[in-house]
């Protein structure tokens, strides 16, 4: 198949993941869409394939009305919250201190300045949630307000270019909220102690979602296993964030449809890294526990394909053998570069349990990340096809240039062989 070709397979990809289903959120119907259409395709390449599924919760909302004596105030419905309609005095707090002392129940409870200065990790949340979080989530619920409104400024580190942000993002956390600007926060608590009228429009419906795991190769017990996660933000078409690590692993699958390697090579779209519950990772991690062993190498695609600068791949764990081979490989591929280490992906599920890894993404990750990602300017324009043919190309050469290689001993001694 020619490049050009493969190309325009990637362009197509990209723009039915993005443009063809309406919201990729997990839950949705157009989730479900992209992991049954994700499965058929992946099948037509020879993969055997699976769709292990679990239990979520899809959310839905309009909007929120706040209004004091009759003046509007512009807030947004916090991801996942339930829908209220809430008669209440206001009350402010800008520090853990204030908040520990507060007396707030039955109010409306305006969060801001240093408590609201980055977005709170979910309460379920395994992977990272630091114990500040869990304290200020543990204290809201304490404190038993009617409902909260954050007022947030800007936090590149975990919540992207999103301004402003929600402070909360949890289905699992019912007290109804709300999030503004700073500016409009300021103005909000000049009216503490007034009655507030909250009204938020939302729901929340039990759903079901799915990974989306496909397999070729002789040896299931010496395995590379290659992610890209198939959710998108709820507001976002999700283009580089991430249907372009998507689509790259349907090209993969489609130059590996003669593999007939020893080792096995996994390909999962994962269902679940912009989503609070994170649930196709903790999926996949519990039908793991006894198989990390097995995983020679690990690969992540997130963030890839913008038009702008080169791709950049980044090695983690990698011992030193594994390391020089495929550096040796990506440097036949003059358009990929070494990065800097990043962890905000799911990479970081291989590292956790100290496999090696390798995460592809693009040399500008830092740009898109607190300029593009989440926000409706993720569109497929700025993606270039071209570059995808190149990852995937480059990929399947370090595919068969690690499946030929004997078992090297620190997988020995593992009992990998």
């Not at 809201?140 to 954050?150: D, G, H, K, M, S």
């Not at 989306?212 to 017990?221: S, T």
């Not at 006894?290 to 090695?315: C, H, M, Q």
Request: aromatic share 8%; charged share 25%; proline share 5%.
């Amino acid at each position: 198949m020619t490049p050009s070709l493969l190309s325009k397979k990637a362009e197509t990809y990209v723009r039915r993941l993005c443009l063809d289903i309406p919201n990729r959120r997990v839950g949705s119907t157009g989730n479900r869409a992209a992991t049954n259409w994700f499965a058929g395709m992946v099948a037509s390449s020879g993969f055997e394939t699976e769709s292990p599924g679990f239990d979520c919760i899809d959310w839905t909302h309009t909007d929120a009305m706040l209004c004091v004596n009759g003046q509007a105030f512009e807030a947004l419905v916090s991801p996942y919250s339930l829908g209220c309609h809430v008669h209440a005095r206001l009350a402010v707090v800008s520090t853990l201190a204030e908040l520990e002392a507060a007396k707030v129940a039955g109010q409306v409870l305006l969060v801001r300045g240093e408590l609201a200065k980055e977005q709170l990790m979910p309460k379920n949340f395994d992977f990272y949630n630091p114990d500040e979080h869990k304290r200020i989530i543990r204290l809201l619920e304490t404190r038993n307000p009617q409902a909260i409104v954050a007022a947030t400024s800007r936090d590149p580190e975990m919540a992207g270019a999103v301004y402003p942000f929600p402070l909360i993002e949890d289905g699992d956390f019912d007290v109804p909220s709300v999030y503004m600007t700073e500016e409009e926060g300021h103005r909000l608590a000049e009216q503490v102690g007034t009655e507030v009228a909250l009204d938020i429009r939302a729901s929340r419906t039990p759903a079901r979602g799915c990974n989306v795991i496909a397999r070729k190769g002789a040896n299931p017990r010496r395995r590379v296993v290659l992610f890209a996660h198939i959710d998108a933000k709820e507001g976002t078409p999700g283009a580089i964030d991430n249907a372009t690590g998507v689509a790259t692993l349907l090209l993969l699958a489609e130059l590996l449809a003669d593999y007939a390697g020893s080792s096995s090579i996994e390909i999962v779209a994962l269902n679940g890294e912009d989503h609070y519950s994170a649930a196709g990772e903790k999926l996949w991690v519990s039908s793991n526990t006894a198989r990390f062993e097995e995983i020679i190498l690990g690969i992540n695609l997130d963030g890839a394909g913008y038009y702008e600068g080169k791709t950049a791949y980044s090695l983690y764990d990698c011992p030193p053998e594994l390391a020089g081979s495929i550096r040796g490989v990506l440097a036949r591929h003059a358009e990929m570069v070494e990065g800097e280490s990043w962890y905000q992906s799911d990479h970081s599920l291989f590292l956790q349990h100290q496999r090696p890894a390798l995460a592809i993404t693009s040399e500008r990750f830092s740009e898109l990340w607190t300029h593009v990602a989440h926000t409706p300017r993720d569109r497929p324009d700025i993606v270039d096809p071209t570059k995808l043919v190149r990852i995937a190309t480059a990929l399947r050469d370090v595919l068969l240039r690690v499946q030929e290689r004997p078992a090297p001993k620190w997988a020995s001694a593992s009992g990998i062989a």
